[in-house]
């Protein structure tokens, strides 16, 4: 299998700061059907293989990893990840974020498409991750899902998501498009398929607000590190028992929406960012 050729940290880092001396101030990786901070000035493009020596297999993930500026700070968008699903080891799934840290970065936003469970989230919000329940770390392939479902939401609130819920407020006064940035806890699954109407009833007595397949591997891996890690998902659909959920096309475009929003705020947000005013 592919991810055998993957490459160790070090070597990846090694290979960025060949391409860049500078080190981002900001690192945003990009999940399935998520478009924002394209055509950055002062562009310049690498490879997943080139950096991480593998790339990714899922539709929708380019597996590029592009730098540029947004307000003047040099910012690396990672457009693609590994998912456990796709029968990737942790190690492989966490590799992004790890060279993230290695590298020195001292902010990540992570982001993906997630189903809503909270009844009143509709098809495009945006949920900024304030806890996750992981249920997907191999340490439950030893002792069953039972200690995951019956622990706690981990609190990942920090100086990166209280400083992205002041600019989305900010943006919401003086832009009448922009919806109120949603927060919630997310419940990582692995998937690859949606859930059955039990699971997501067991996931809402949970009280867990969105679902998806990926991010909570990677908030760990930088958990407690120098870098400061806030995640956003794009609800893509909601599980709601008395609406029918939108279709395909409905979808997407709700997505390509979002995305726009998204791209707002994050512009917004690593403009205004200074180390001492967050
Ligand atoms: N479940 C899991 N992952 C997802 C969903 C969902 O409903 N929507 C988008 N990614």
């Known amino acids: 299998m592919t991810q055998l050729a993957a490459r160790p940290v070090s070597q990846a880092v090694e290979f960025l700061f060949k391409v860049s001396k500078e080190i981002p101030s900001f690192a945003v990786v990009l999940g399935s059907g998520v478009k924002v901070l394209e055509d950055l000035p002062e562009q310049v493009n690498v490879s997943y293989e ?34 456990l ?15 993230v840290r290695e590298w020195g970065v001292p902010n990540l936003y992570l982001t993906n498409a997630a189903g809503g469970m909270n009844e009143s989230f509709h098809v495009g919000d945006l949920m900024l991750i304030t806890g996750y329940k992981d249920h997907l770390h191999p340490r439950y392939q030893q002792t069953g899902l039972l200690p995951a479902l019956k622990s706690a939401p981990v609190d990942c609130r920090n100086k990166l998501t209280d400083h992205l819920l002041a600019v989305s407020k900010r943006l919401n006064v003086q832009d ?55 995640a956003i998902s794009v609800v893509t659909n ?41």
Do not use: C, N
């Open 50 to 83: 080139e950096v991480f020596g593998i790339s990714p297999g899922v539709v929708g993930h380019a597996g590029s990893l592009t730098l540029g500026r947004v307000g003047g700070k040099l910012v690396a968008v990672l457009r693609g990840r590994f998912h």
């Open 176 to 230: 009448v498009d922009f919806r109120s940035l949603r927060t919630g806890v997310y419940a990582g699954l692995l998937g690859p398929s949606y859930e059955t109407l039990a699971e997501i009833d067991m996931l809402k007595k949970l009280k867990a607000d969105a679902v998806g397949m990926s991010t909570v591997t990677e908030l760990e891996a930088v958990r407690g590190s120098s870098t400061t890690a806030a």
């Open 85 to 99: 699903y796709e029968g990737y080891d942790f190690e492989t799934v966490t590799l992004p974020a790890r060279v």
């Open 238 to 278: 909601v599980w709601s028992p008395d609406e029918i959920i939108g279709g395909h096309e409905e979808v997407l475009t709700a997505a390509r929406e979002a995305s726009q929003r998204l791209d707002r705020l994050f512009r917004a947000a690593i403009a205004d960012y200074s180390p001492e005013t967050i």
